[in-house]
Structures are given as C-alpha cells and as structure tokens.
C-alpha cells in the first residue's frame, strides 16, 4: 500500500529535492506540490494526501495558519512541518496549529 504525500514549499528547489527523494520509495506518492499556503489548503482539501509536508514561511497564508486550516477541516491527514526555524516557540506553534 501506498502513503500519498502532499508537499507545500515556497522554494522551487526544496520542492522538487523532497519529490526526488520521495520518488525513489516505491511506498510513497507524490500526489500534489504547492508553492503557497494557499494553494496548499485548497489542494490538500481536494487531493486528501495521508502525508503533508509544510514549510512555514510561505507568501500569502503562512505554514502554519495553513495547517490550521488544513487540521481542522482534512483531520486524516496528517501534517508535517519543514523549516529551518529551530527554535522551541517555532515547535510550540506547529504543535498547536496541528501538525504531527
């Protein structure tokens, strides 16, 4: 069986190095890729990925709201988030907005 994996990063190259990597795996699929917060939660919604991988500071909709958003009205799936932030409260506030 195949895990279904949505990617939302607002840099072209980070991007298209996770579906490269994630290509290799014969039980991952990239279903979908957004460059937006946005764009990701109107395609997560329509899409359903088990898996998305957020990067946090994106134009528009930031990662987090994002996720928040993504959280609340697609439950199933589950929301993984990417950044160079490394600092507790940046944890904290990806814990709340939902992510795994």
């Known amino acids: ?3 279904s994996v ?3 990063d607002d840099h072209t190259l980070m991007r298209e190095g996770l579906c490269s990597l994630l290509a290799a795996q014969t ?10 917060g946005f764009e990701a939660v109107r395609e997560v919604l329509r899409l359903k990925p088990q898996v998305v991988f957020m990067d946090i500071s994106m134009p528009g909709l930031n990662g987090l ?11 199933e ?3 993984i988030i990417l950044s160079m932030h490394a600092t ?3 944890y904290h506030q990806a814990m709340r907005a939902g992510a795994s």
């Open 27 to 36: 039980h991952i699929s990239v279903v979908g890729v957004a460059e937006s």
């Open 77 to 79: 799936s589950k929301v």
């Open 1 to 3: 069986m195949q895990t």
């Open 65 to 75: 709201e994002a996720t928040r958003q993504i959280t609340d009205r697609c439950p």
């Open 6 to 8: 949505f990617i939302a």
């Open 88 to 90: 507790i409260e940046h």
